[in-house]
């Protein structure tokens, strides 16, 4: 099988190897100056981070709950009374707990 009609019948142009050479220069000049201007990223910039006045009371709260002490017998007595079937909730005393730890959050009586 022949293939005809190839370049048109115009004649193959020889390659230039210099002008391919100067363009694969080119190229790695343009990387090696991109590379050189993202390494020259300025350093003197500094991250800060500010808290609400929320988030500092939530912090100061959270220290006071790890710091607060834990009476660990009156703790073990409740685990062994869960477990076992014995504790009772009463949900009036429950619901006025609540209503009261509500009012203490959003500030109203």
Not at 4 to 20: F, M, Q, R, S
Not at 43 to 53: A, E, F, I, K, P
Not at 78 to 103: H, R
């Amino acid at each position: 099988m022949a293939i005809n009609n190839v370049n048109n019948g115009l004649p193959k142009n020889p390659v230039d190897n210099t002008k391919i050479s100067q363009q694969n220069q080119a190229q790695q000049s343009q990387q090696q100056s991109a590379a050189s201007t993202a390494s020259k990223a300025p350093t003197s910039r500094q991250d800060s981070v500010s808290l609400t006045q929320s988030a500092q009371q939530l912090n100061q709260v959270q220290k006071k709950a790890t710091e607060a002490p834990v009476n660990q017998e009156k703790v073990d007595r409740l685990k062994k009374a869960i477990q076992s079937g014995d504790y009772k909730v009463n949900p009036d005393v429950l619901a006025t707990k609540i209503a009261k730890l509500e009012g203490e959050i959003f500030s109203t009586k």
